[in-house]
């Protein structure tokens, strides 16, 4: 019977590559869960913009000055007088910042955009409102995440009773 030969510097080798591939398992499992707790945290953020946009705002004069509550919708119809002062709040540069007064009544500190498209996919003026000034600038972001809810509204544009059913977007990213 032959005796086996045993060198330390196999045995050496095979223990750092086990150790290698440990280190490397753990921390992808140690990863997996940060990831998904923070697209769970831009999604949580996205539903609350989403229901605070749904809902019947509270004050609108007030919101530039960081008080009242956001809101577009009333019995399921945009109100233009809340959308008109929340589109001025966002597109607002001085003396503060409108979009991060919007950003804090709305509770996120994630950035975020709001718009509608029609059923034709046509964007309503072509305006994307809130951190972006445009689709083509929601289609290069350079973000780790994106969150988009659609929401269905009844939007009359000019209350001439003739409005449209039209999809309220709101996109979310980090």
Do not use: C
């Amino acid at each position: 019977m032959k005796k086996a030969q045993f060198f330390y510097a196999d045995f050496i080798i095979g223990v750092l590559v086990i150790g290698f591939i440990a280190i490397l398992f753990a921390r992808t499992m140690v990863e997996v869960p940060e990831k998904q707790g923070e697209i769970h945290r831009l999604s949580n953020d996205a539903m609350m913009i989403s229901n605070l946009l749904m809902s019947p705002g509270v004050n609108s004069g007030l919101w530039g000055s960081g008080q009242g509550k956001i809101g577009l919708v009333e019995k399921g119809s945009v109100n233009s007088v809340w959308l008109n002062d929340f589109l001025s709040l966002v597109e607002k540069t001085s003396p503060n910042d409108g979009y991060q007064t919007a950003k804090r009544l709305l509770g996120t500190e994630h950035d975020f955009a709001v718009y509608f498209q029609d059923k034709n996919g046509n964007v309503f003026n072509n305006r994307v409102y809130g951190g972006v000034d445009d689709l083509g600038q929601l289609g290069n972001l350079n973000a780790n995440h994106i969150v988009r809810i659609n929401r269905v509204v009844y939007f009359d544009e000019n209350n001439d009773g003739l409005g449209q059913v039209v999809n309220l977007i709101i996109v979310v990213w980090d």
